[in-house]
């Protein structure tokens, strides 16, 4: 299956009833061969509208972080863990997120990313229980790299703040930029042990 059988999938989904509420569904977009996802919570209202992730004041600042690590959407694939936009832009309901999960699932075993960022609490915690870690606060867990098992492979699972959140409290922004400056120095990491090992042959 492709990324653009799951997206066609997802545009006709009725797993749940945010089918009826929606205006298009969100399955996202990006760099089908990424090497780092980024996993949202749920489409907000500008996204509902041009069917397309981040694209309101949220991810204005999203775009504004990854050039500050010199990184463009181009680079990177960003979805949410739920396709619709729930109703008020409340929270996701639990039967939402398992509704949608098979179609995060997917996404993430085709693309097949070494990292993944989760954006925001339910975004976090969801994937962290699909690795066998039950946690109940972003704050707990964010700032943090998790090594853990996920859609087949060991992958780095990084946990922050949803950039919503920062908007909502511009004092959260410090920790936002605290873990983009951690995510960088893991590429620039990454980046430096393969020179080194290509000096070797």
């Known amino acids: 299956m492709s990324l653009e059988e799951i997206a066609r999938r997802i545009r006709e989904c009725m797993r749940c009833s945010l089918h009826l509420t929606r205006i298009n569904a969100v399955p996202g977009e990006g760099n089908p061969k990424a090497r780092i996802v980024f996993v949202g919570e749920a489409p907000g209202r500008n996204e509902d509208l041009q069917g397309r992730p981040f694209v309101g004041a949220a991810g204005k600042l999203l775009t504004e972080l990854l050039g500050e ?37 997917k996404q993430l075993e085709i693309i097949d990313p070494d990292i ?8 976090a915690l969801t994937l962290l229980r699909l690795a066998g870690k039950e946690e109940r606060s972003i704050m707990k867990v964010r700032g943090k790299v998790f090594e853990v098992e996920l ?22 922004r410090p920790l936002l930029e605290s873990d983009f400056k951690m995510l960088e120095e893991i590429l620039l990491g990454d980046k430096r042990r393969k020179s080194s090992l290509e000096e070797w042959f």
Do not use: M, Q, W
Request: contains cysteine; hydrophobic residues 35%.
């Open 69 to 105: 690590i010199g990184l463009t959407r181009k680079d990177i694939f960003i979805t949410n863990v739920v396709k619709c936009r729930p109703p008020n832009n409340r929270d996701p309901k639990p039967e939402e997120i398992s509704a949608c999960l098979p179609f995060l699932k």
């Open 151 to 172: 859609f087949g492979r060991r992958r780095k699972l990084i946990p922050t703040l949803h950039p919503a959140a920062v908007l909502y409290n511009p004092r959260l």
């Open 116 to 123: 993944i960022v989760a954006l925001g609490r339910h975004s």
